[in-house]
């Protein structure tokens, strides 16, 4: 028996106490959803069962056995500026009434790119519902243009359910992830990783003159949150221009930084920029971005393509390694849904960027993660701990390292304390608190409190405490 294990059977049995009508929820779920939810990432949390949800608004949330909690986890982004916002829920509304989706753009259409572009510093912007939508759009139409078949990643990146990016670096060579369930095609042939940070490993896998983009995020942070070391970006840039490959940005997690992302707020220079989950404030929707050069491209590469392209692109679909040259074309080029671009989700993007993201937010939300982070790190010095905290805009996060990993490789050994992270969360929802189930993420809303962000320090310094 670990020495964490006692404290885990304890408030494993304190869950199940205070959690009666979750517990017979869970035996219903049992019956016809599969994992025993309408999605299986809702079973990674540390509870026996999930917590089954009846209200939530600004950073608080309350179950159905009328447990309160303070919400640190937010949807692990999509509801990062709190949930409930009025703003939104009032604009979707207005819209359902006349309508969800049509697969035509409304009047509002017009002023949401405006105001993308404005924010975001790209001039040409198209709607999906999610950031694999958006990221699997940008690698596509990179190939197209380019006529290169290979994108570069970092190691540990994660950029949605993109088939491309689920990959890793093992041993100094890239390598399927182990972890993907039922890929038949060999990404290693068409995608390198190489480590964050690694300048010179990025300027080798640039070498070879085959690559359309890197997809990058501008800290890494599903696998655990590592930090760009400094004159990184302008490196990352200053070699995908030499190479001739475009540089795609991810700011699904980053765009907590502030109201541009980090793009804006660390004077990035993308090709081209995909945000999700938060940008509707929760409603499901999510945007790209490309400059007026890679727009240009685009188009060129549309109106260029002869008559019966699709017919010979499709000849070379057994061939990996063949860029995929199909124009945009019928809704016959493999990009968008019927979905995207919806009128509910444009309304809800437009009341997030007018209403709910501003500046005052932004300011709330940086000012509570300076408390946040400044209190964790005021325990983890006084009780001595071999951890540190890292955090990027509102985003922060609990590693169980001395000092903030560089790189994957280093990320893994921290997070390879399951034991402990498991431990921590039970705690915490005990105790009426949520952070985000992977790893040990927080992020403060623009309603989080000073008192929630006092309530989480002080129960990360009793689990200590407990635990010893």
């Not at 640039?206 to 070391?229: F, K, S, Y």
């Not at 240009?296 to 008559?307: D, K």
């Not at 699709?310 to 390694?321: G, K, M, R, V």
């Not at 500046?359 to 790190?377: C, H, I, P, Q």
């Amino acid at each position: 028996m670990t020495y964490l294990a006692p404290l885990i059977a304890r408030e494993t049995q304190a869950f199940v106490a205070a959690h009666p009508k979750s517990a017979a929820q869970a035996q219903a779920l049992q019956q016809h959803w599969l994992s025993g939810a309408p999605m299986h990432w809702m079973r990674d949390w540390a509870s026996p069962f999930p917590i089954v949800v009846e209200d939530a608004e600004g950073a608080t949330l309350t179950d159905i056995d009328d447990n309160v909690y303070d919400d640190f986890c937010l949807g692990d982004t999509p509801g990062m500026f709190g949930h409930g916002l009025a703003p939104v829920a009032r604009a979707v509304a207005e819209q359902m009434r006349a309508g969800a989706t049509y697969m035509l753009p409304t009047t509002l259409a017009a002023e949401v790119g405006a105001l993308l572009a404005e924010r975001f510093g790209l001039q040409f912007w198209q709607a999906t519902l999610s950031a694999s939508d958006a990221n699997r759009a940008l690698i596509r139409w990179a190939r197209a243009v380019t006529n290169k078949p290979v994108i570069v990643v970092f190691d540990g990146c994660y950029h949605g359910m993109v088939e491309d990016c689920f990959v890793e670096l093992r041993h100094g060579r890239t390598r399927m992830d182990a972890g993907l369930v039922g890929q038949v095609s060999d990404m290693t042939r068409t995608t390198r990783a190489v480590p964050f940070n690694d300048a010179g490993a990025l300027e080798a896998a640039l070498a070879q003159g085959d690559v359309a983009a890197v997809l990058c995020e501008p800290a890494m942070t599903n696998c655990g949150m590592i930090l760009p070391e400094d004159n990184f970006h302008k490196r990352l840039r200053a070699l995908t221009r030499k190479a001739g490959a475009l540089l795609i940005v991810d700011e699904t997690h980053t765009l907590s930084t502030g109201p541009g992302g980090a793009t804006k707020a660390w004077g990035l220079e993308p090709d081209a920029l995909c945000i999700g989950k938060a940008i509707a404030g929760g409603f499901p929707a999510a945007v790209w971005g490309v400059s007026a050069e890679f727009a240009a491209r685009i188009t060129l590469w549309t109106a260029g393509v002869p008559a019966g392209a699709l017919q010979q692109a499709t000849s070379h679909q057994d061939d990996p390694l063949s860029p995929a040259g199909t124009p945009a074309v019928q809704g016959r080029s493999g990009i968008g849904t019927t979905l995207a671009g919806n009128a509910a989700g444009l309304a809800a993007i437009a009341a997030t960027l007018r209403e709910v993201a501003t500046e005052d937010a932004y300011r709330s939300m940086l000012s509570g993660t300076e408390k946040l982070v400044a209190g964790m790190s005021e325990v983890i010095v006084r009780r001595k701990l071999p951890w540190c905290v890292v955090h990027v805009g509102a985003r922060a996060e609990i590693v169980f390292a001395a000092a903030p990993p560089e790189n994957a490789a280093a990320m893994r050994a921290a997070l390879a304390q399951r034991e402990l992270n498991h431990a921590l969360h039970l705690y915490l929802i005990n105790r009426g608190i949520l952070i985000a189930p992977f790893h040990m993420m927080m992020l403060v809303s623009p309603a989080t409190s000073e008192a929630q962000i006092e309530r989480l320090v002080a129960a990360v310094d009793a689990f200590v405490g407990e635990a010893g």
